[in-house]
């Protein structure tokens, strides 16, 4: 069974740079058809679908975080990876990384149904303050 782990800094300040990290342990980053998503849940709010890469390398991303968002991965560490950059405290949420058997779905953008990912990692969580 898959098993994700999240990995990275819990403090991070105004206008710097947000990177995470997921661990895939259980199977591998390339499998297909999946995909390896990020994300996020600030305090009090629903989640936010962040982004996603493809067992092919494909991204894709929210259209809202897009500008300041980078997702890459690493095969030989069977890893993939977040950046955020220029980032403010309405940036602190925990941050999740997930895997999904379909294509990221545009409705993704709005709200993210549970039921569209079978794995999940724990989650961390990410503070944005001076």
């Known amino acids: 069974q898959v098993q994700l782990q999240e990995s990275g800094p819990g403090l991070v300040k105004p206008s710097q740079t947000l990177s995470l990290t997921c661990t895939i342990s259980?199977?591998?980053?390339?499998?297909?058809?999946?995909?390896w998503s990020w994300i996020r849940q600030p305090p009090g709010k629903g989640r936010e679908w962040m982004g996603a890469?493809?067992?092919?390398?494909?991204?894709y991303y929210n259209p809202s975080l897009k500008s300041r968002t980078t997702i890459s991965r690493d095969l030989s560490k069977n890893q993939f990876s977040l950046q955020l950059n220029s980032v403010s405290p309405e940036d602190t949420a925990v941050y999740y990384c997930?895997?999904?058997?379909?294509?990221?779905?545009?409705?993704?953008?709005?709200?993210?149904?549970?039921?569209?990912?079978?794995?999940w990692g724990q989650g961390t969580q990410v503070t944005v303050s001076s």
């Open positions: 997930a895997r999904s058997p379909i294509v990221p779905q545009t409705n993704w953008y709005y709200s993210t149904p549970d039921n569209d990912f079978d794995s």
């Open positions: 890469i493809s067992y092919e390398g494909v991204k």
């Open positions: 259980g199977g591998s980053i390339t499998t297909r058809y999946y995909h």
